[in-house]
């Protein structure tokens, strides 16, 4: 992964950042001990807030579903009358040097946040959609996080990733790519570049998902997938 620019001087200080959950977890007595709990850790995509981005995950199972939302890092007006905001996770200015630092963040939300499913079964599902699939499959794949369902949503895979990337999934892991037919975001071109990329990294782990819309979460997508 090449900078565009030259970082110039660099200086390391501390940085505060926030991010969302949906519902409450539950841990479970003994005699629930079968139960299994979803916990999803989602990454939204450019222009999005993890506030709002979490409302696409309303509809499931609240008892049954924990949903994890860190929050892009870097935030800019999205009107010319400064009133709506929106966050990007990178750019191509010192690309490197800010995925560094998203990395960091991010393990820190999954260190906070892991004490509460400790000793509970859960089915762990990480989730990127558009912009948020370069960052959960880096962080992944840099972290060797073993997830129960990887899910790539209308995003492209970042082109430096290599299959012994993901050497650490077990062999029976689900990987979805998903998107929508009449996403205006991806082309044809681009659909067989995915796929291509897609099946080189998971093989036959790789199951693609299209349906009817455009560049948009498809919630009904995100039911099954907490069904089971």
């Known amino acids: ?25 539950q841990t479970v007595g003994h005699e629930e001990s079968e139960i299994v709990k979803n916990v999803w850790f989602v990454f939204h995509g450019m222009g999005y807030l993890s506030k709002y981005f979490k409302k696409y995950f309303e509809r499931l199972d609240p008892t ?20 709506y905001v929106g966050a990007s996770w990178l750019t191509k200015e010192t690309t490197s040097l800010d995925l560094e630092n998203v990395m960091r963040y991010i393990d820190a939300v999954w260190e906070a946040e892991k004490p509460k499913w400790k000793n509970q079964k859960i089915r762990l599902i990480l989730m990127g959609y558009s912009q948020g699939v370069s960052i959960v499959t880096r962080w ?13 949503h209308s995003g492209a895979i970042p082109q430096e990733l290599t299959a012994k990337d993901f050497d650490f999934l077990s062999a029976d892991t689900p990987v979805t790519y998903l998107y929508g037919n009449k996403d ?36 009904p997508f995100l039911k099954k997938l907490a069904a089971g």
Do not use: W
Request: net charge positive.
């Open 64 to 83: 049954n579903n924990y949903i994890i939302v860190p929050q892009a890092p870097s935030k800019y007006y999205q009107d010319k009358k400064f009133k």
């Open 140 to 152: 992944a794949s840099s972290r060797k996080i073993n997830c129960d369902h990887l899910l790539l």
């Open 184 to 219: 205006e975001y991806i082309t044809a071109a681009r659909k067989t570049e995915q796929q291509l990329k897609g099946n080189a990294l998971f093989d036959e782990r790789l199951k693609v998902e299209v349906f009817d819309g455009v560049h948009e979460v498809y919630t």
């Open 1 to 25: 992964m090449k900078n565009k620019t030259s970082p110039g001087h660099i200086v390391s200080y501390q940085h505060l950042n926030t991010y969302e959950t949906l519902n409450a977890f």
